[in-house]
Structure formats: structure tokens, C-alpha cells
């Protein structure tokens, strides 16, 4: 299934070369945090230091003076410490729906973990477009090839079930349910792919694909899993199974240097789109996760 096609946008102090021969300005030397929001409601998290970050500005360059037409920003304004920690992090689309913001204050209703890390749990918020609920932790990150993602995940609360914003375009029916599966970035794993420009910029982000849980009720349990060394079982940015000899390479790298993990909200053809309860009168709703890789 296909996940994006971008015209990309850089803002916030983080300008990218343009058609007419302006070169990147890339002036951070430690660990940024970057959220790389589109048009089409999808919006991703990375932690890169500044060869990475200047690889990233490159393609983003190269992606924005294509013809394809959507649009994206990368956003290096909020550099959050708290993303290095092994805390698992909830982000959740703001109003515009086109850019993520983590819950860390205690305000922002963050994860909490009942029994000190065998599972972590947070709630949904009304009217709020939850997309990703991910972790830095070394345990579970580093080099993964080869093992098995599992994770108890249960719904509870009041809601009749969830919906997801953005759910149709292109080969995408409208109304599909929403789903959780698993997600993980490589900001290291850039390599041949196939999509066009840069191909390579697709290979740092991979869902697993089919494997997911359906978010049609508000109370239900289901254990999923799936293995980091069966390249079928997982597609990139651009829709491309690990198994397409084109990125079966760069699949390989991904796993063995895996920087956040965790799930991604979603629907059955865009997955990392958000989902909120319905009717969005609903308070309470409540997602748990004990997720493991061994």
C-alpha cells in the first residue's frame, strides 16, 4: 500500500537548496529532533545529528522541486530532550492535521506504566487525531534483524469504536476502519528503492504490513506480531514490500540499526493517518500496550 508521494517544504530556520542553486543552511551540530509534516496527513519523527540532518535537507530539496505536487514541512523549532529517554511517547496530530506534537507535560495526559514498563498505557483524546506511540529504549531499538515484535494491545472505554482522518485518495476506498500495527524509523537505513525523487529517502521508514489490529469497537484485546527478519511482512514509506529485491538491502540495514520503535494509528491503506474515539462526545477511552522484541 502506498504511504506518501511528497513535494516537500523546509520552514522553521531549516532551508533546503532550490531549483535556482541555493544552497542548504544547516548550522545544528547535536541531535535535532525533526517532524517532517504533509499535506496528505501523514507526519513523521526523527532524531538525526547534522550528517544526517544534511542527507535529509538534501532529499527534501530533491523531492520539492519534483511535479508531484503535495507538500510537506520539516520543522527543527522544538527540540525535545525527552524523546532520547526511554519513556514511550504518544504524538497526536494538532488541528491543522498535518503535524505531531508529543505528550510529555503532565497536562498533555502523557503515557503512563502501571507496572514499571511491562506495559504502557495512555487515553485518547477527543476530537484528537492520535498517530503514533513509539520508544528511544535500547532494549527494544539498536540492531533488531531477526527478532520478533509481539504486543498485548486492549481498548477500553466508552467510545463505539474509532475513525481515521484521511482515509481515502488514490486505489484507497473511503470509510475503511481504523487499525494499530507496528512502525519503526532508521534514519541511517537510505538506499535504493524505487519512487522517484530521492528513492533512497522512502527505505528509513517501514510499517508492518499486513499485520495490524482493527480499531472497529471500543473495548477490545488482540496480540499482534510480526518478525524484523521477513522483509514480506513490512512495507516502506513508498508502499514497497522489504521482500522487492529493490529495497530488500536497505530493509536489512533498517533492522540492524533501528532508532524509535513502536505502532502507528492508522487506516488499512494509509497507515499512519490518526485515530480518534467516535462520537468524539466520548471521554475515557483507553489504549494499553505491553510490546516486546525478542
Request: hydrophobic share 35%.
Amino acid at each position: 500500500m502506498r504511504r506518501l508521494i511528497l513535494a516537500l517544504g523546509v520552514t522553521l530556520g531549516l532551508t533546503a537548496a532550490t531549483p535556482s542553486g541555493v544552497a542548504a543552511d544547516v548550522s545544528l551540530t547535536q541531535t535535532n529532533q525533526v517532524i517532517l509534516s504533509c499535506n496528505d496527513g501523514h507526519s513523521l519523527v526523527l532524531l538525526v545529528d547534522s550528517a544526517t540532518l544534511a542527507s535529509l535537507v538534501a532529499d527534501v530539496a530533491s523531492i520539492n522541486s519534483s511535479i508531484t505536487g503535495l507538500s510537506c514541512t520539516l520543522d527543527t523549532a522544538t527540540v525535545d530532550p525527552a524523546m532520547q529517554t526511554s519513556d514511550w511517547t504518544v504524538f497526536d496530530y494538532n488541528p491543522s492535521g498535518q503535524a505531531l506534537a508529543p505528550r510529555h507535560s503532565p497536562n498533555s495526559m502523557p503515557a503512563t506504566t502501571p507496572d514499571s514498563g511491562a506495559t504502557w498505557q495512555f487515553q485518547f483524546k477527543p476530537n484528537v487525531y492520535t498517530a503514533l506511540f513509539t520508544t528511544t529504549d535500547r532494549s527494544v531499538t539498536g540492531n533488531d534483524f531477526g527478532k520478533t515484535l509481539t504486543d498485548d494491545i486492549s481498548v477500553s472505554g466508552d467510545a463505539d469504536g474509532f475513525v481515521t482522518q484521511h482515509n481515502g485518495g488514490a486505489g484507497c476506498a473511503s470509510n475503511v476502519p481504523a487499525t494499530v500495527r507496528f512502525f519503526f524509523v532508521s534514519p541511517s537505513a537510505s538506499g535504493p528503492s524505487t519512487g522517484s525523487p530521492p528513492a533512497g529517502f522512502y527505505t528509513q521508514f517501514w510499517w508492518s504490513n499486513p499485520e495490524n489490529m482493527l480499531l472497529v469497537t471500543g473495548k477490545d484485546t488482540k496480540t499482534i506480531t510480526a518478525n524484523m527478519g521477513n522483509p514480506g511482512e513490512w512495507s516502506d514509506w513508498n508502499g514497497q514490500s522489504g521482500a522487492n529485491p529493490a529495497v530488500a538491502e536497505a530493509f536489512v540495514e533498517a533492522t540492524q540499526r533501528v532508532q524509535s520503535i513502536g505502532l502507528s494509528f492508522g487506516g488499512v491503506c494509509f497507515f499512519e493517518t490518526g485515530v480518534t474515539p467516535t462520537p468524539n462526545t466520548f471521554t475515557g477511552e483507553q489504549f494499553s500496550s505491553s510490546f516486546s522484541a525478542s
